[in-house]
C-alpha cells in the first residue's frame, strides 16, 4: 500500500459539515449534491422503521430496538441522526444534530430521564444543540474541545440554513441572518474505554480518530449496536478537507471491524439510522483500495467520488498523485 501523508476531511453525508473548514456551499458540485437532493427521499431504510411522529417541524423521530429512538432531521442536507438511548436511570442523548430545531425540546417530549449528552466529535451538525443540556460529555482531545468551546458565528454557520442546504421551512425563529451554533463547555470529559451506565445500560467509549482528532463510537455490547457518528454513515465520506491523518482512519476502521461480533448494527450519524454491521470491514478495504490506485470513480473539479457497496468515499484527486 502507498503510505500517503495525506490528511482526511471525511466529513458529513453533506458539504456543509464543517462549516470552520475550507468547504462551504459555493463549492458544492454535482459530485457532491445533486441538485433537489430532497427528491430521493424518504430513503429506503427507513420504510422498515415505525415513525414514532414529526417534532417541532423538524425532527422525525422513529424507534429503534431496545429502547433507542432515533432524532433524525430530513429537511436540511446532512440528515443529521441523533440517538436517545433508555437506561432506567438516565437516558443518552448521542448527538444533538445541527442547532437548527429544539431538540432539548424534543428530548423531554420523549422522556423524563435525567440526560447525559454524549458527543461524537467535534462538528457542529453533532453539536448543535448540546448547549441547552445540563451534562454534556466530551472525549478529552484538546483540538476538540477547542472546537466545541468556540462554536460556529453566523457567518461560517449561516450556509447551513441557506438555499439548497434546506427544502422546509426553517422552525420559527430561526433564520440565516441570526444563525449560529452555540460553543458548550463539556462537564464531563471521557477516555477511551470509559463505561456510561444508564442503568441496566452501558456504552463503552471506543476512541476512533480519523474523521476528526475527537471522534468516538460508543458501543451497546448487550445490545449489539454500534453508534458511530461520522466514522461511518451510508453516504459520501469525505476524504478532501482538512481534518485527520488517513491512516489513522484505518487503523480505527480496524479496530472496529476486529469488534464485528459484538454488534450487529451500525446506527450511524446521518442518513439511515439502522446499517448492518457487516459493511465496517469493507471501510478499511475501500480505502486501501483506493491508496493502491484501484477503484471505480467518476471525476469533477479535481475530486474523484468512488464507490461502494453502502458508501462512496469522495477524495481530492492530487492526494493520490
Ligand atoms: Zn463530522
Not at 466529513?11 to 473548514?21: D, H, L, N, Y
Not at 457487516?278 to 483506493?290: E, G
Request: proline share 6%; aromatic share 10%.
Amino acid at each position: 500500500m502507498r503510505r500517503l501523508a495525506l490528511t482526511l476531511g471525511i466529513v458529513c453525508a453533506a458539504i456543509a459539515c464543517e462549516p470552520t473548514g475550507e468547504t462551504t456551499t459555493e463549492e458544492a458540485s454535482s459530485l457532491i449534491q445533486s441538485e433537489k437532493w430532497w427528491n430521493s427521499l424518504p430513503r429506503p431504510g427507513y420504510a422498515s422503521l415505525e415513525k414514532v411522529g414529526v417534532f417541532g417541524a423538524w425532527f422525525e423521530v422513529y424507534q429503534l430496538p431496545d429502547g433507542t429512538l432515533a432524532i433524525y432531521e430530513p429537511y436540511q442536507f446532512q440528515e443529521a441522526i441523533s440517538y436517545l438511548v433508555l437506561g432506567s436511570e438516565r437516558a443518552a442523548l448521542i448527538d444533538t444534530g445541527n442547532g437548527i430545531g429544539d431538540i432539548a425540546a424534543v428530548v423531554s417530549e420523549l422522556t423524563d430521564l435525567p440526560v447525559t449528552v454524549l458527543l461524537t466529535h467535534e462538528h457542529p451538525d453533532h453539536f448543535g444543540g448540546a448547549h441547552a443540556f445540563d451534562v454534556v460529555a466530551v472525549f478529552d482531545e484538546p483540538s476538540a474541545l477547542e472546537r466545541i468551546s468556540a462554536g460556529v458565528p453566523n457567518e461560517r454557520a449561516r450556509g447551513s440554513v441557506s438555499g439548497d442546504q434546506v427544502w422546509k421551512p426553517l422552525p420559527s425563529g430561526v433564520d440565516a441572518e441570526s444563525f449560529t451554533v452555540p460553543g458548550v463547555e463539556p462537564t464531563q470529559l471521557l477516555a477511551d474505554g470509559d463505561v456510561i451506565d444508564l442503568g441496566g445500560r452501558t456504552l463503552e467509549v471506543l476512541h476512533t480518530p480519523g474523521h476528526s482528532a475527537g471522534s468516538v463510537c460508543y458501543l451497546d455490547r448487550e445490545h449489539r449496536v454500534l453508534f458511530t457518528g461520522d466514522h461511518f454513515y451510508p453516504g459520501p465520506l469525505y476524504a478532501f478537507g482538512s481534518g485527520v491523518d488517513i491512516d489513522a482512519y484505518i487503523a480505527s476502521n480496524d479496530r472496529i471491524a476486529a469488534l464485528v461480533g459484538e454488534y450487529d448494527h451500525v446506527a450511524s450519524g446521518h442518513n439511515e439510522p439502522w446499517v448492518e454491521a457487516r459493511v465496517i470491514p469493507s471501510v478499511s478495504d475501500a480505502f486501501r483500495t483506493i491508496l493502491d490506485g484501484g477503484g471505480e470513480f467518476s471525476e469533477r473539479d479535481e475530486r474523484r467520488r468512488y464507490r461502494f457497496d453502502g458508501f462512496d468515499i469522495i477524495v481530492r484527486k492530487d492526494l493520490l498523485e
